[in-house]
Structure formats: C-alpha cells, structure tokens
C-alpha cells in the first residue's frame, strides 16, 4: 500500500498546532494563515477564544519548525496533503475552518472537498482578506519577482513584523516559503464551487490585494446560508488588529450553528 502524502509529511513535521485540540473543548477550530506564514500568525487567538473552543493552527512544510521540508510549489500536491491531515484530525467533535488570504483559498477547498466525498465538514467557514472574485491573483511574474522588489511588495502590504526587513536570516527563511506559496495560488483554478456549510467574511477597508470594491459580494451565489461581511479599519493584514473582534463575531455564528445542529442529533 502507497504512503500517503500526509503520512510521509507528518514523519518529519507537524501540520497542526496543537497536535491535539484541547480535549475539554466541545468545538474545535483549524487556522489556516496567509501565504509565506504558519501558526505564529494566530499566536493570540488561543487567549481571545472561549475555553469550549479549541483551536488549533497549520504551518506547512517550509516555514516556521518545518523550515527544513521541501515546500509544495503546486496547488492539487498541497491540498491533498492537506486534506489527508484535516481528516486526521477528526475525533468525532464539530469543528470550523478559518482562513485569511491563501489560508482562506485552502479552507474553501477543503469544505468542498469533504462533502464531495461524503465526509464530516466544518459547521461554518470564516473567510478573511481573500473572496472568489475581484481579488488579486498571482502571476509567473510575481512569483519570479527579484528579491529587493518582492520584500518592498510585501513590506507595502505590511504582511510581516517590521523587524524582519532588516534581519537578513529571517528574510531567507521567510522568502522561500513566500514564492512557493505564490505558485500554489496562481494554479488554482476557480470551479465556481458552492461551500457546503455556513459562510461569514472578513475584510480590511484598504486591502492592497481587493481589486473590486464589492468583492466580498461574490460569496453571495455560492453560500446558500451567507451569514454577512465585516469590514475594519487596516490593509491586507487588519487581522492583526482586530482579532478580537473578529474572534467574537465569529464564535457567536458558531455558538448558534452549534446549537442548532446539536439539536438535530
């Protein structure tokens, strides 16, 4: 029998962090961050959630403690390792997806993909800095852009800690892991896909990457239960912000579901 992408990967690193949720929690929450960052980007959620919720944040091989794995540098290799170790995670609890940028592109695919084949999906979806349409894509050219112009690019976007410009180790860790998580983007292909559960998004009311002022709008056809968008002050990266915020809004929407699925059991 073949071993599976998720099986070879988890011999050397850890997709999730916690491995575990925590087991007191009656509902747990996979992270999803943005392209060319791990789990550290959620560092403060833990604190901000209700204790009944256990959260639990992903970091793919390249970065952060798995620096030292060969990155996915394409779309369908990346989703099936993770896919794989999504449903390893499962232990029979309700759980939700959220994810911002590419983080918010893999949660969709992955809610897809689990009612495609038949099995448990999130109760809900958070979607932030990132909707199907009127939003930046990734080009060969921005993949392959020089070093100096892709640092001034990120840095205007304000994606990292302003402390990691100047510290030439961390940019050659951080780089890397950025242009792989470009290509995996830029071959996505847009099915036009329904999500299968409740949708709530989040944006930044000066967002470099939002092209179109009514992007948030093309979740409307594809969520058949879209619970509405929030807009805050901030760029691309008003997560870092407002997480306490958006931490409250959300769990509200996902007490109810909750409930109201518990209700049905």
Request: charged fraction near 20%; proline fraction near 8%.
């Amino acid at each position: 029998m073949s071993t599976s992408i998720a099986q070879k990967m988890s011999r050397q690193g850890q997709w999730f962090q916690p491995a575990e949720a925590d087991p007191d929690a009656s509902i747990r929450l996979l992270l999803f961050p943005h392209a060319g960052s791990g789990a550290i980007i959620y560092r403060d959620w833990p604190e901000l959630l209700p204790r009944d919720i256990g959260a639990q944040a992903l970091t793919l091989p390249g970065r952060q403690e798995r620096r030292g794995e060969q990155a996915f540098t394409e779309w369908e290799p990346l989703v099936e390792g993770l896919y794989e170790a999504v449903l390893a995670t499962n232990d029979n609890r309700p759980f939700a997806f959220y994810g911002h940028c590419l983080g918010a592109q893999l949660a969709y695919e992955l809610a897809v993909r689990m009612e495609r084949d038949g099995v448990q999906g999130p109760l809900m979806v958070g979607m932030s800095g990132w909707a199907p349409k009127g939003f930046f894509c990734p080009t060969e050219e921005h993949i392959e852009m020089p070093t100096d112009e892709l640092i001034s690019w990120i840095k205007r976007l304000g994606s990292f800690p302003a402390d990691i410009y100047d510290n030439p180790e961390m940019l050659a860790m951080v780089i890397p892991a950025l242009r792989s998580d470009l290509s995996v983007a830029a071959q996505r292909k847009d099915h036009g896909a329904l999500v299968p559960c409740p949708l709530v998004s989040y944006g930044g009311k000066n967002d470099g990457l939002q092209e179109e002022d009514d992007a948030f709008q093309s979740w409307v056809p594809r969520s058949p239960q879209y619970l509405g968008h929030r807009e805050y002050p901030g760029g691309h990266f008003f997560i870092d912000s407002h997480a306490e915020a958006i931490t409250q809004d959300f769990c509200s929407h996902l007490y109810r579901l909750a409930a109201a699925a518990k209700k049905l059991t």
